[in-house]
T-cell receptor, first 114, second 115 residues
Framework: AQSVTQLDSQVPVFEEAPVELRCNYS??????LFWYVQYPNQGLQLLLK??????LVKGINGFEAEFNKSQTSFHLRKPSVHISDTAEYFC????????????FGTGTRLLVSP | NAGVMQNPRHLVRRRGQEARLRCSPV?????VYWYRQLPEEGLKFMVY????????ESGMPKERFSAEFPKEGPSILRIQQVVRGDSAAYFC?????????????FGDGTRLSIL
């Protein structure tokens, strides 16, 4: 079984500041890793995914994440945030073998203020 | 809009009534997943279906909940005799295959409120 931990339930930050949203996972098998964003009253939108290869993954809206196998982490970063980045961010994993049953963390609310 | 369509967006039911949530996947996608999001929590997997088959329902409560994905028409998540604890957002996602590297496309969800 897999589990995902997002330690920060809320991250306040000022506009144009850098941000890092932390994600750690636990799994006895190899997994794919994902970051999704959820705007209010909407579904989840894929930001980026790590499948294999380079451990630094670039996604949409200027976000990137780095897979660290030894620390079982997949932290999300953005060098300069905008007000429009205010949303809930979810880290998720799924087993490489078998069907894609996503296991989500509890989410981190990013609050960007002027 | 060729994305995942869920309806209704909001559904209000009284305790004991039935709730039916519908999901039309992305055109060409034959794999559907249902997730439930309780307030202040992440999404939890409920069930995975392919056309006319339930593949994995390990996340479904044992009673009152059922899901189907018929040959024609949308996938349906059905909750019988609803209780207050069923209040949540229910999300449907679809993918073109079951491969783990195929990202799931999510609908905007149905927010179920139980009076």
């Amino acid at each position: 079984a897999q589990s995902v931990t997002q330690l920060d339930s809320q991250v306040p930050v000022f506009e144009e500041a850098p941000v890092e949203l932390r994600c750690n996972y636990s799994s006895s098998v190899s997994v794919y890793l994902f970051w999704y964003v959820q705007y209010p009253n909407q579904g989840l939108q894929l930001l980026l995914k790590y499948l294999s290869g380079s451990t630094l993954v670039k996604g949409i809206n200027g976000f990137e994440a780095e897979f660290n196998k030894s620390q079982t982490s997949f932290h999300l970063r953005k060098p300069s945030v905008h007000i429009s980045d205010t949303a809930e961010y979810f880290c998720a994993v799924s087993e490489i073998q078998g069907f894609q049953k996503l296991v989500f963390g509890t989410g981190t609310r990013l609050l960007v203020s002027p | 809009n060729a994305g995942v369509m869920q309806n209704p967006r909001h559904l209000v039911r009284r305790r004991g009534q039935e709730a039916r949530l519908r999901c039309s996947p992305v055109k060409g996608h034959s794999h559907v997943y249902w997730y439930r999001q309780l307030p202040e929590e992440g999404l939890k997997f409920m069930v995975y279906l392919q056309k006319e088959n339930i593949i994995d329902e390990s996340g479904m409560p044992k009673e009152r909940f059922s899901a189907e994905f018929p040959k024609e028409g949308p996938s349906i998540l059905r909750i019988q005799q609803v209780v207050r604890g069923d209040s949540a957002a229910y999300f449907c996602a679809s993918s073109p295959s079951q491969a783990g590297n195929q990202p799931q496309h999510f609908g905007d969800g149905t927010r179920l409120s139980i009076l």
